[in-house]
């Protein structure tokens, strides 16, 4: 015999239980990787479809998300860990999928990088990125996607490879840096731009350079493999999400500050997701091909991809649902 909701509830088992009490499912348990989760707005629509019971809808228990450095550690970190699914910076994504390491990218997850600038400290003599040759410039890691972005930067503005690209982890270790004299520029989002306001001064940002995609959803082979209408679960939960977020800005702002705790104050998270929804910043998972394109370009100037791209053993869209696939 089934639970009732309220008997579900009161035994704590949440929204998720409630639901899959109600329906009689056997839901699919797992842990998902998403680095930097509560701690960039990327890994938003994570937040919104825990809370609400969305990756549970669609047959899935999200029983929690690993997170981790980006770049290439963030997806051997995955794969080391035996998880089947994860939403991962593009660059490093395509860097690993190059260097043998067995994923698909299955949706689009953030398919712009407008919102990274690189900031330096308000009395610092730089003042644009050709000040920048010779000095200490933070990324996140090797292979990542900030590192892609500050060389197309660099090449946008001629200057070769004249930066001294720094990997330190977490944003708020590199801004540390720069405060502290260790670094010379960092690149900084949100939501920490918009609640550091006045702190820092920007010296470059992505503005007239190519779409670049951001961040993508992935799943092993195996995974593909082994549990496909649970990864059609996910990626139908996470839409809804963002959905949600575009539809109801302020409440999946508050939902957001909630699950993320201090790195989202609740009063600045409002007018920070309010700016990324007027970037459309979310996808809801269609695969923006020309982004991803872009990244392709930027490896090849960074020499971590050669020879021609075989999308179909790449991206695979048939987890997609029906109206995302074109």
């Known amino acids: 015999m089934n639970m009732t909701r309220r008997r579900a509830l009161a035994l704590g088992l949440g929204a998720a239980g409630a639901l899959f009490a109600r329906r009689g499912m056997a839901a699919y348990s797992l842990e998902i990787m998403a680095p930097y ?22 047959g899935v228990d999200v029983t929690g998300v690993v997170t981790s450095v980006g770049g290439g550690t963030g997806l051997r970190n995955m794969v080391g860990a035996d998880l089947g699914y994860a939403e991962m910076g593009t660059a490093s994504v395509l860097a690993g999928f190059k260097a043998g390491i067995d994923v698909r990218i299955v949706h689009d997850s953030v398919s712009t990088s407008e919102d990274i600038v690189w900031v330096t400290m ?5 003042k644009t990125i050709k000040d ?24 946008a503005a001629g200057l070769g490879d004249k930066m001294k690209l720094t990997a330190v982890g977490q944003i708020g270790a590199g801004l540390s ?14 939501p920490l731009f918009t609640e550091r306001a006045g702190k820092y001064r920007v ?11 951001q961040d993508v959803g992935i799943a092993t082979q195996d995974f593909m493999k082994q549990h496909p ?18 539809a109801n800005v302020e409440e999946a702002a508050r939902i957001t500050a909630a699950r993320y705790g201090d790195t989202l104050p609740a009063d600045s998270a409002v007018a920070v997701m309010q700016h990324l929804k007027t970037l459309n910043y979310w ?31 790449i991206v695979d869209r048939s987890f997609l649902p029906a109206d995302l696939k074109a």
């Open 203 to 213: 010296v470059f940002s992505q503005q007239g350079l190519p779409r670049m995609s």
């Open 132 to 155: 920048l040759e010779g000095k200490r410039v933070g990324i996140s890691a090797p292979r990542s996607t900030s590192e892609t972005l500050a060389r197309m930067a660099e090449e």
């Open 229 to 246: 209408e649970e990864l059609r679960g996910i990626i139908a939960g996470r839409r809804e999400a963002v959905d949600f977020i575009y």
């Open 37 to 58: 989760y509560k701690s960039l707005l990327t890994m938003a629509p994570i937040a919104v479809a825990l809370e609400k019971g969305l990756y549970a809808k669609h």
């Open 283 to 313: 996808s809801r998972g269609n695969i923006d091909q020309a982004s991803i394109d872009n990244v392709v370009k930027g490896l090849v100037r960074q020499g971590q991809w050669e020879g021609p791209v075989d999308w179909d053993k």
């Open 177 to 190: 840096a720069l405060e502290n004299g260790g670094l010379d520029s960092m690149f900084i989002m949100e």
């Open 122 to 126: 308000p009395d610092s003599p730089i």
